[in-house]
């Protein structure tokens, strides 16, 4: 059977993913994925800086993200679900089948061993968004691609450029490309299934154009079935461990603690094992169920890093699991792969280099009694063996140098559109991409004053009132926007841009300067409030979003980013406000809220706060026993347990427990 490419459509259950948050995301992300707490290294080894490995301690300090910008926040989305179709594109030959949501980051949404009919990868059977991307918005399942920096990518739920391109073997094979936008990279994705083969090959490259280097950031991500008898298997004795209370430790594989973690569900709290795998190993990771059967996935040497990510068998990652696809569905774990050691390092790429390597995912099987005895060199030996016999190492290498040979081939057809971002960097920067083009024709609304900036160096006057664009931070911009006229738009977008960079006390007086003159003040008043709370001065940071939400509220018309701009600022101002005690301004927000949007899972929470602040704490505790659900909260957070124990000493529900570490 030859292979196939087709344009499908999957229909699933899903939340509406929402619009976007329009104001510029200017804190830093939350550091969750922060070292707070790092090991000392043995005797004998090679410490650096705080007794990791030289490499890795240079790779966790180097280029974290100050702030999300350019990128928006995607937290408009809710919980209930209603049946949609998305876009799919299914590669598929005598083996396997394929589907990938080009829509949706290019998720490979399920990989089907069609002589077995078994499914390969953890398949959520809905969609639904939640608070675990960089920006916000994310869902799981299947195999992911996450690049950017530390966490799942900014472009988790956003759109990809798709095509069918001639493959090494005379068939086709699909790409996806786009511009990652946090750290203005290109990237390409190619997945190939040749005719006969039992391995689908994903090959990847990430180029860096400018004369600069950059720091890349890849891991891909393949959430598989989580059974009581599914052990991960990978080729190491050793793991470095991270959990949610942010320590990073080196533990032995596979008994820590008095269990046997290669066993998902024997760990208890959510929790990363980074396999420390060693140079010259043959680089693979496998999931295998009680019969020794599953998914195995191995690459080139490039991508040498191994995961197993596990929500645990606590009630917090078995809560996570049920908000995340819905409860009486089976759990997952993550099998991973990435570029470093572990998901807290950036790699640096050179000016004009690249990073490219080739992945393969396929059904591995091997003898059960060994994969689960005791002796873990025999378990995972049993595995590699297996591996070896039903994927030689050779042979992935030979795919490598055969895909890469056609990596800039021109794509043909089209089967999905990205954003117009790469075109507009790529007709900006002169930059040239052989086989992954960013269009003109691509280019679109939100574009546009960008566009004109460029060509005649004004950023243009909106047609209509309305929440600010997006700003655009790079420093070929940040120049742009300093010698155009000087209007308020122009400054606000500066000052966004100046922050971006580090030069804060700049950005500060760019805000200040368009405040005057601007006939929306909101979006300068908000920028200066968030300044001020970084600055350690909450009570002028309340001050400021007190007064930007009033302007908001009286300038505020009908339509969907109105009412995003505010939710976004009406939870940043009662939250400022509720931090310094000041609750008649508080409530003053509240009333002025619309009524849909006060019913909003982390405006109900506001209400409690607000309630049991005004002294009426039976009222506030209503809130919760009426029941709310906080769409948007973030992989990590804790408010729920915090703000019901300031409200009762009874047990935290279980509808509220997320928690993902011990008790401190």
Request: aromatic share 8%; with cysteine.
């Amino acid at each position: 059977m030859a292979t196939t490419v087709r344009r499908a459509v999957l229909t699933l259950p899903a939340a509406p993913l929402g619009s976007e948050n329009p104001l510029p995301a200017l804190r830093a992300p939350d550091g969750v994925h922060a070292v707070d707490e790092v090991p000392r290294l043995p005797p004998g080894g090679a410490p650096g800086r705080d007794g990791l490995p030289r490499d890795m301690a240079r790779q966790i300090g180097y280029e974290p993200l100050r702030s999300l910008l350019p990128v928006r926040l995607r937290d408009g989305y809710g919980r209930e679900r209603s049946e949609r179709e998305f876009a799919s594109i299914v590669i598929e030959n005598e083996h396997l089948r394929v589907t990938v949501l080009p829509e949706l980051g290019g998720r490979v949404h399920s990989l089907v061993h069609l002589p077995t009919g078994r499914e390969l990868l953890y398949r959520n059977p809905v969609f639904q968004p939640a608070n675990l991307a960089l920006n916000g918005a994310w869902f799981s399942g299947g195999i992911e691609w996450n690049t950017g920096a530390t966490g799942h990518t900014a472009l988790s739920c956003a759109p990809l450029h798709a095509a069918v391109v001639p493959a090494p073997d005379g068939g086709a094979m699909v790409r996806l490309w786009e511009w990652e936008r946090l750290r203005d990279l290109p990237f390409q994705v190619d997945l190939w299934l040749p005719g006969e083969s039992h391995f689908l090959y994903v090959g990847v490259r990430v180029r860096n154009p400018h004369e600069r280097p950059a720091p890349v950031y890849w891991w891909s991500n393949t959430a598989v079935p989580e059974e009581a008898g599914t052990r991960v298997l990978a080729p190491a004795d050793e793991a470095w461990h991270f959990g949610y209370e942010r320590s990073l430790r080196r533990v032995p594989v596979p008994r820590w603690e008095g269990a046997d973690r290669t066993y998902p569900l024997r760990s208890e709290y959510p929790a990363d094992f980074f396999y420390d795998v060693q140079d010259g190993t043959r680089p693979w990771i496998a999931s295998l169920d009680q019969t020794g059967q599953g998914l195995v996935q191995t690459s080139t040497d490039r991508l040498r890093g191994r995961k197993l990510f596990v929500w645990g068998a606590g009630g917090g990652g078995r809560r996570w699991q049920e908000w995340l696809t819905e409860p009486g569905t089976d759990g997952y774990a993550e099998i991973q792969a990435g570029l470093a050691r572990t998901q807290l390092e950036h790699v640096r790429l050179e000016g004009g280099a690249e990073f490219s390597w080739l992945e393969a995912y396929g059904p591995l099987a091997a003898e059960p009694a060994a994969v689960h005895g005791t002796d873990w060199a025999a378990a995972r030996g049993a595995a590699q063996e297996a591996l070896d016999a039903a994927l030689p190492p050779e042979r992935v290498q030979a795919a490598y140098e055969a895909w890469r040979a056609c990596a800039d081939t021109e794509p043909g057809e089209r089967l999905a559109t990205g954003s117009g971002w790469g075109a507009l960097e790529v007709l900006c920067g002169g930059f040239e991409l052989p086989g992954t083009p960013f269009e003109a024709s691509t280019l679109g609304e939100v574009q546009e004053p960008w566009l004109e900036l460029w060509r005649t160096g004004v950023f243009p006057t909106p047609r209509r009132v309305a929440p600010p664009g997006p700003s655009l931070v790079a420093a070929h911009w940040r120049d742009m926007l300093e010698t155009a006229p000087a209007d308020p738009l122009t400054e606000y977008h500066l000052g966004v841009a100046q922050w971006h960079a580090g030069d804060v006390a700049q950005a500060v007086r760019s805000w200040q300067r368009g405040l005057p003159l601007a006939p929306s003040r909101w979006p300068l008043l908000r920028c200066l409030a968030v300044a001020d709370a970084l600055a350690g001065d909450p009570a002028r940071a309340a001050d400021g979003y007190a007064e930007a939400f009033e302007d908001l509220a009286g300038e505020s018309r009908g339509g969907e980013a109105w009412a995003a701009a505010e939710a976004a600022l009406g939870q940043e101002a009662m939250a400022a406000l509720l931090g310094v005690g000041r609750l008649p301004e508080a409530r003053r927000v509240w009333d002025r809220l619309r009524p849909a949007v006060r019913e909003q899972g982390r405006f109900r929470l506001l209400a409690a706060r607000l309630l049991a602040a005004e002294g009426h704490v039976a009222a506030a505790r209503r809130v919760f026993e009426d029941g709310f659900e906080l769409a948007d909260l973030r992989e990590g957070e804790e408010v729920l347990a915090e703000v019901w124990a300031a409200l009762t000493d009874r047990p935290l529900p279980e509808r509220y427990d997320f928690r993902m570490r011990p008790p401190v």
